[in-house]
């Protein structure tokens, strides 16, 4: 299994980033996928999952109206569309299958 983070970086309050994941080392598509965020000294937290046709999708309540997740399974990437963002939503972003495996994560900074 291997994920593959990306897209973070630097934003001001109120602005915009999206995330990607690639997966590869196992069929994407016959897994929801998620997205979490550690933010510094706590613990991970999820963000938002996504189903394997990406049908239906559920997110954290800080999530909602903020953020959107969706998927290309013909690409084997997962994406996390983050508007409006808040100087808390500063964390690492993790993507994953399971829970248990990790890519190296991706770092938001939301800051003026």
């Known amino acids: 299994v291997q994920l593959v983070e990306s897209g973070g970086g630097l934003v001001q309050p109120g602005g915009s980033l999206r995330l990607s994941c690639v997966a590869s080392?196992?069929?994407?598509?016959?897994?929801?996928m998620y997205w979490y965020y550690q933010a510094p000294g706590k613990e991970r937290k999820l963000v938002a999952v996504i189903g394997r046709a990406g049908s239906w999708a559920n997110y954290a309540n800080f999530a909602k109206g903020r953020f959107t997740i969706s998927r290309d399974n013909a690409k084997n990437t997962l994406y996390l569309q983050m508007n409006y963002l808040r100087h808390e939503d500063t964390a690492v972003y993790y993507c994953s299958a399971d829970a248990r495996n990790w890519g190296q994560g991706t770092q938001v900074a939301v800051s003026s």
């Open positions: 080392g196992f069929t994407f598509s016959n897994y929801d």
